[in-house]
């Protein structure tokens, strides 16, 4: 097979789970890729030397090329920096590979990738399965867009609601075909240079979160078909690297606006209104069944969350008042 794919991976912080990520990147695709690129999000944590040590002897020694970020600027920064760098320094390369640090693989397939490309029109995002690293266990990786009614499904939590309006739940259950869907997980997916030559690189305006969500939309709106692919899977542990979902604190104020963002940008300033009334509206049908099923109210959700939600979105909400004068 041609070399033509790149692999970028945005580090911050987690270059021992990056390391076991190029580890099995070696032993696997060494002579079917271009080139990696990792681009450190200003880590300043000894992360580039550790990595320049590792790499020293392996066999992806010339193929691994590491660039230092300036800034933290989040997960669409790093990638657009990786991304453009590959497109500009090696022009025959046709499709990128963005891989969290957190991801590694075992069997996989690119010819059945590229073959996925050749076969189907017009194909913009093409994801990958993934599975837990600790028990080998499917995960979901094939979603729906999240929609403002959406917030009602996931504040009420109702087991009969989300049967009867499955479109407007995000998440699908794992499948071992190779399906097409709304969107991918960030974690590992391909997108090939003529996508971006249509709709452009990704929104910065993302921190983290939501950032693929909107690349996803972006390529649908745009024409290009996305899809997950079952046959090739990554094995990682959902949040190991931001922690977000697993910990029982608050979320972080990025998490936030990222979600409002997301819901402003593409259903206008009424459609995030609405995705908050609809939480809103969802919570007390929680509560009521909570009591009477007994569930323990409080760990349901991030700690504050429903707070810190309207107390982000109402000061952006007052922000987008203060632009439109």
Not at 145 to 173: H, I, Q, Y
Not at 205 to 215: H, I, K
Not at 266 to 275: E, Q, R, T, V
Request: net charge neutral; hydrophobic share 40%; glycine share 8%.
């Amino acid at each position: 097979m041609n070399k033509k794919i790149s692999i970028v991976i945005v580090n911050y912080r987690t270059t021992d789970l990056l390391l076991r990520c190029l580890e099995s990147l070696s032993n696997v695709l060494v002579e079917s890729i271009n080139n990696v690129v990792i681009v450190d999000n200003l880590s300043n944590d000894g992360s580039l030397e550790k990595l320049k040590r590792y790499i020293s002897g392996q066999a992806l020694t010339n193929k691994i090329e590491l660039i230092e970020a300036d800034r933290n600027g989040g997960f669409s920064f790093g990638n657009n920096i990786g991304t453009k760098y590959c497109f500009d320094k090696y022009p025959e390369v046709e499709y990128i590979w963005y891989l969290n640090p957190d991801a590694f693989i075992r069997d996989f397939s690119l010819d059945h990738i590229i073959e996925l490309y050749s076969q189907a029109g017009n194909v913009g995002v093409v994801g990958t399965g993934q599975r837990s690293s600790s028990s080998g266990l499917a995960r979901s990786s094939s979603f729906n867009f999240p929609r403002p009614f959406t917030e009602f499904l996931l504040s009420a939590r109702v087991g009969p609601l989300f049967r009867l309006f499955k479109n407007f739940v995000v998440s699908r259950p794992p499948s071992e075909e190779i399906e097409e869907c709304d969107w991918v997980s960030g974690a590992s997916f391909f997108a090939p240079k003529a996508l971006f030559q249509k709709i452009g690189y990704w929104d910065e305006q993302y921190f983290l979160y939501f950032e693929e969500v909107d690349f996803c939309k972006r390529s649908k709106a745009s024409g290009f078909s996305v899809f997950s692919d079952q046959n090739n899977c990554v094995y990682h542990e959902d949040e190991s690297t931001t922690g977000v979902g697993r910990q029982p604190g608050r979320r972080p104020g990025f998490w936030f606006h990222s979600r409002w963002y997301f819901y402003h940008k593409h259903y206008g300033l009424l459609g995030a209104i609405c995705a908050d009334l609809s939480w809103l509206l969802g919570r007390p049908i929680f509560w009521i069944g909570a009591v009477i099923l007994g569930k323990p109210i409080r760990k349901a959700d991030p700690k504050s969350f429903t707070w810190d939600m309207l107390r982000n979105d109402i000061r952006l909400l007052f922000k987008s008042f203060r632009r439109d004068d």
